[in-house]
C-alpha cells in the first residue's frame, strides 16, 4: 500500500476536500480494504491541513462506510470492505466499484416485476390509475428533465404500493431509489430511458384488469430500459475510467495522482 497524499488548494470546506481526496484513493484501488490509513498526523501533513480537518474527514468517511476507526495501540483508520455503503448516499460510488450494477437490479425486477403488475392489475383503485394516467400524461409533456425522472420514478413506487404486498413495495422503492440515483448521476439528463407510451399502454391495460397483458407490457418496458440504462452505464464508466472488475483501467492507473 502507497499513500503519498498532495497538499490540496485552499477551499471553502477543506474537511469534504480531504474525504474526497481519501474516498477517491479508495475507489480507485490505491488503497484496499483491510488497509490501515497513515495516522492523522501524516495525513494532515501531506494534504497540507490542520488534524481537526483531517479528524472530521476521517468521520464523514466512517459514517458514509468507507473506513472504520478502530481504538487502542493498533488502532487507527482502515479501509473497509465497503459492503456497508448506502445505496442512495453511495450510488455513484457503488457503480464505479462494481458492487451495484445495472445488469443485477434488472435481473431481479424481471423476475418480480410481471408478478407485482398482476397484483396490482387485480388491486389497484380507480383513484390510483386515474392518478398513473396524469402522471403519463405530464411526463411525456414536461420540459423539465427532473421532472420527468420523478414523474416516472412515481409511476413505478405507485404500482409498488398497489400490488398490496409490502415486501413488494419496498423492494420497488429500492428499484426506483437506485434508477432516479443513478438517471441523475449519468448525464445528460436530457437522455430519456423510457420509451415514449409504454406507460400509458400498461396503464390502460391495468384499467381493464387484464392482468397478463399489463405484465408482458411491464417485460417489454423493462427489457427496453435495461438496454438504455446498460447503454448510459458503459458510457459512464468509460469516462470515469472503471474496468469491467471494478478497478481501475490500466491507462488511468498509471496517469492517477493522489
Given at each position: 500500500m502507497s499513500t503519498d497524499f498532495t497538499q490540496i488548494p485552499r477551499s471553502t470546506n477543506l474537511c469534504d476536500d480531504v474525504a474526497a481526496r481519501i474516498k477517491e484513493a479508495i475507489i480507485s484501488g490505491q488503497v484496499t480494504p483491510g488497509d490501515p490509513l497513515p495516522g492523522e498526523i501524516e495525513l494532515a501533513s501531506q494534504f497540507g491541513v490542520s488534524r481537526p480537518v483531517v479528524r472530521e474527514a476521517l468521520k464523514t468517511l466512517q459514517s458514509t462506510g468507507f473506513i472504520e476507526i478502530r481504538r487502542g495501540t493498533k488502532g487507527g483508520a482502515f479501509v473497509t470492505d465497503l459492503s456497508r455503503l448506502n445505496l442512495v448516499d453511495n450510488l455513484t460510488d457503488l457503480v464505479r466499484l462494481r458492487r451495484?450494477?445495472?445488469?443485477?437490479?434488472?435481473?431481479?425486477?424481471?423476475?418480480?416485476?410481471?408478478?407485482?403488475?398482476?397484483?396490482?392489475?387485480?388491486?389497484?383503485?380507480?383513484?390510483?390509475?386515474?392518478?398513473?394516467?396524469?402522471?403519463?400524461?405530464?411526463?411525456?409533456?414536461?420540459?423539465?428533465?427532473?421532472?420527468?425522472?420523478?414523474?416516472?420514478?412515481?409511476?413505478?413506487?405507485?404500482?409498488?404500493?398497489?400490488?398490496?404486498?409490502?415486501?413488494?413495495?419496498?423492494?420497488?422503492?429500492?428499484?426506483?431509489?437506485?434508477?432516479?440515483?443513478?438517471?441523475?448521476?449519468?448525464?445528460?439528463?436530457?437522455?430519456?430511458?423510457?420509451?415514449?407510451?409504454?406507460?400509458?399502454?400498461?396503464?390502460?391495460?391495468?384499467?381493464?384488469?387484464?392482468?397478463?397483458?399489463?405484465?408482458?407490457?411491464?417485460?417489454?418496458?423493462?427489457?427496453?430500459?435495461?438496454?438504455?440504462?446498460?447503454?448510459?452505464?458503459?458510457?459512464?464508466?468509460?469516462?470515469?475510467?472503471?474496468?469491467?472488475?471494478?478497478s481501475p483501467k490500466a491507462a488511468d492507473r498509471k496517469s492517477q495522482a493522489v
Open positions: 451495484m450494477t445495472v445488469d443485477h437490479m434488472f435481473q431481479a425486477r424481471m423476475h418480480l416485476e410481471p408478478e407485482m403488475m398482476r397484483l396490482a392489475v387485480e388491486r389497484i383503485s380507480e383513484e390510483e390509475i386515474e392518478k398513473l394516467t396524469e402522471l403519463v400524461a405530464e411526463s411525456e409533456t414536461t420540459t423539465d428533465d427532473y421532472r420527468r425522472i420523478e414523474l416516472n420514478s412515481e409511476f413505478h413506487r405507485i404500482i409498488g404500493r398497489a400490488c398490496g404486498n409490502p415486501f413488494y413495495a419496498l423492494l420497488m422503492e429500492s428499484f426506483m431509489d437506485f434508477a432516479r440515483s443513478f438517471r441523475l448521476t449519468v448525464e445528460p439528463l436530457s437522455h430519456n430511458i423510457h420509451r415514449r407510451g409504454d406507460h400509458g399502454e400498461i396503464v390502460a391495460a391495468m384499467a381493464e384488469r387484464n392482468a397478463e397483458k399489463a405484465a408482458a407490457l411491464a417485460m417489454d418496458h423493462l427489457l427496453y430500459m435495461h438496454k438504455k440504462m446498460k447503454e448510459f452505464e458503459d458510457i459512464y464508466l468509460d469516462k470515469a475510467g472503471v474496468a469491467e472488475n471494478g
